[in-house]
């Protein structure tokens, strides 16, 4: 596969092949951090604080061989009103479909954190296209286990993510430290967002997807009742202009 193509001399085909990873989660949980690590600079703000490090939606660009993808870092969820905000943001920017990135710190999960991610995974928008990742991963070196079962037994003694990943069907999640240069979990994520991404693109179309749309379960009964209406309608002006 040819590596590091320029987006603009880029052809249709590529260009769709373009992807928008949007790293979401509680304050402090890392997902400046995990911008970073993903575009293997420093470009996004990290902080240590109490205080939200990240105040506005940034983004930044990376090309892994012909996908360009762009990461979009974001202000500390507090409500569903964030979510809103950030997909206003991805409708300006024309970044139509999205894979988001819910990122949470290993061993810093709190009972505020629950309640605003479980807010946000309710939302329609998010479903079919998100994935976890989990910061922090050498947090998981105090575990007296088997290396390969840290992660397992972590996630185990959290059962609110257990139960998330149950519910709205989220199969894939990784366990990443920032602080290391270690990038194959990474480029593995990479791999089921472009997947992700690409079944995103097949079943929706346009920028309506980031919309609240109305469900087909209201939008079919309300296309037949018009429709029988205008049958009526017509059926009685027809018997009316014979008689
Ligand atoms: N040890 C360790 N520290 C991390 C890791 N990821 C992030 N941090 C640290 O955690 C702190 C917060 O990281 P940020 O990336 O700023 O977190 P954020 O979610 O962007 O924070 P806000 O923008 O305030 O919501 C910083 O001090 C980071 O260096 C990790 O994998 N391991
Ligand atoms: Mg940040």
Known sequence: MKRNL????????????????VLVGFQGSGKSATGNTILKRRSFQCGMGTIATTVSITRDEIHHGAIKITIVDTPPLSSKETLTAINRDLTKHEQTTAVYVIVIAIGRFTQDEKNVVEEILSNRSMQGRT????TRKDELEDLNCREEDRLGVWLDSTPTIRKWMRQYKINNYFAIENTSNKYDAILEMIDVAVNMNNQ??????????FREGVPLAVVIPVTIVVFVGILVLVVQNAICSSM
């Open 6 to 21: 320029n987006y603009e001399t880029m052809s249709g085909t590529q260009k769709k092949s373009a992807l928008t990873l």
């Open 131 to 134: 994935l976890f990742i989990f």
């Open 200 to 209: 995103t693109k097949r079943n929706c179309f346009g920028k309506k997807i």
